[in-house]
């Protein structure tokens, strides 16, 4: 049988460097590389990986920088997988990644397993309980979530897409792939931080487009509206998604960007990118998420909950095919989103059928900020709930019960913990109380503290 | 005022270290956007993004010294 060769990211690269060699293709920091000097820089490093017989998979921490594209695009083109970790990853932690996926290759390799074939990136996320999951993403799904994007947003050749999001984290990441496809510019910003730079992205002459997740969103319409406001006909779309925006923000939004696209995205690392809604549309509805794009399909099973088919989805949980099993099966994604589909075929979103806690686009399991919690000094009992939050509209919450004689000290606990989860694991809020809700037969009542 | 501050800031941001003079290099956006909204609704004063500068968030010093020129200037 013949097969047919899926074109990569990479592959395009090569294509987009000898059409426009002198387009810039990616700036950050005090770097701006043409698609020709990007495609050189990727080869050489792509070079240095084979020469030095790097592993299978690599993984590395994902920096907003020009570095991190480079490194991403070399590692596919050597044959290798991508898995770019949270920058701010506690070593432990990290090394404790590299060590599993250390072990996963040898063994894969040892018993000729073809599990790897055809996949690019390795993005961690947070399971149910709480164990990280490696979710495995091919180099065809990154094809058609670029794709789905194009076909969805608008993305275009003449565009500057800036990001300002972790890149290991699909929201951020997967706006790469419809850029280098089409030909067009990234813009690489650390973070949002530094208003003054993002603002001055803005300055030259163009056509623009960003990421948001609802906490930055907050933060300009809070802080910097005017300016935000005067962006209006720069802005030619903005995707929202990771949480759900607040209604008076969508409603804010819309007034202050009357002629700006204004998306709201479906998108998870298991199902990729897979339905959008502008909501700029007149109606702006809270909870839609629009049709499903073009490489995705959408249904609801009996029981309410989202399932989701297509090229966009991942291939399975990397070294765990049971845990795979569970959520990917007959080739669709079963989420724990319930929703539902209107008359007009558009996705609506409700809660969450687990206990998985969204933090602004990052699932925390709350088990696992438990289970470190009990460990700390002094901490007789805990629960980790979500919480309402100014900026993040829901964060986590640790309601903690000290022991006898051990003073409460919430700065104590929240580096305690820092040093030994994700920065987005580690909760912002903290409350002393005098005893947690429990079920009659002892379990924590998680369902006492949702509203 | 100092140490009002402090105290806020503290409970708001229990990862911070505030006795930092590289202040600005620890936060990321959402430490950013709560130190303004703390300073906003305890001081009543309006704090904007321009007011979030490396400058005067280099320390717990240059924080004070900003909410000081706003009170006075408000």
Redo the contacts between chains.
Sequence with gaps: MKSEKVMTLEDYLQQNAQRYPDKVAVIGGNERLTYDQLWQRVQAKADELSVSEAPRCIPFRASQTVGFLITYLAIHLSGRVAVPLEKNIPEGLYQEICDRLSCLSSCMSSCHDDTLNGIADVLFTTGTTGQSKGVMISHRTIIADAENLIAGQGFSHDLTFVVHGPLNHIGSLSKIFPVLLLGATLHILD??????AFFRVFESQGKYATFFVP??I???L???AK?FAALADRLDFIESGGAPLAHADMLQLCQLLPHTRLYNTYASTETGIIATYDFNDGECLAGCLGRPMPHSRIAITPEGLISCQGDTLMSGYLGDPELTATVLRDDTVYMSDYGHIDEQGRLHIGGRENDVINVGGFKVAPTEVEDVAMSVPGIKDCICISADH???GRALKLLVVMAEDTAFS??T???YL?DRLEPYK?PML?EQVDAVARTYNGKLNRKHYQK | MKEKIRTLL??AL??VDFDSDFL?SE????????I??TLSDAFGIQ????D???RNLKSLDSIVAMVEKKVKSE
């Design positions: 973070g949002l931080k530094d208003a003054e906490a930055n907050r933060f300009l809070s802080f910097d300016r100014p900026i993040m919430k700065r606990i929240a580096r820092a580690v903290y | 503290e409970d229990p990862l600005f936060l990321d956006s959402l430490g950013i956007t709560t303004l909204m704090l904007e993004a321009v979030a500068t490396p």
